[in-house]
């Protein structure tokens, strides 16, 4: 669930509010704000996209965690998503590009056995 959007970093360019699925971003002058925190699907969508790693959602999508700014920043979570994924500037890789054949190895042999 979307847990913060950073004053700090926020420079107003409305990509979160464009492309968050469930309309959950306002405009609060010229910073994001979380409007309609409840609404979330957790997709990642806003902190994917927010060039400036301004947003942190959290993994837990059926309810709101405390966070810390400072704490995010320490720990490297505020925009990890783009990092892994891949979209950061200087990205070596994408998370396609990623060996991702042994999660679907097991998947489908889990899928077989059954």
């Known amino acids: 669930m979307i847990e913060l959007v950073s004053t700090d ?3 107003g360019c409305r990509l979160c509010v464009k492309v ?3 309309n959950v971003f306002d405009m609060q002058g010229k910073l994001a704000v979380i409007a309609r925190q409840e609404d979330c699907q957790t997709c990642f969508m806003c902190e994917a996209y927010c060039p400036v790693d301004a947003l942190y959602v959290a993994p ?3 309810e709101s965690v405390h966070v810390e700014e400072q ?3 320490a ?3 505020l ?3 783009r990092a892994e ?3 950061n500037p ?4 994408t998370m396609a590009e990623r060996d991702t054949t042994p999660f679907f190895e097991e998947f489908t042999e889990t899928f077989r056995s059954k």
């Open 90 to 93: 200087g990205a070596e890789d």
């Open 20 to 22: 968050c699925p469930v």
């Open 79 to 81: 925009g990890s998503w």
């Open 71 to 73: 704490e995010l920043i």
């Open 75 to 77: 720990s490297g979570l």
């Open 60 to 62: 837990q999508a059926d």
């Open 85 to 87: 994924i891949g979209w």
């Open 9 to 11: 970093r926020c420079i």
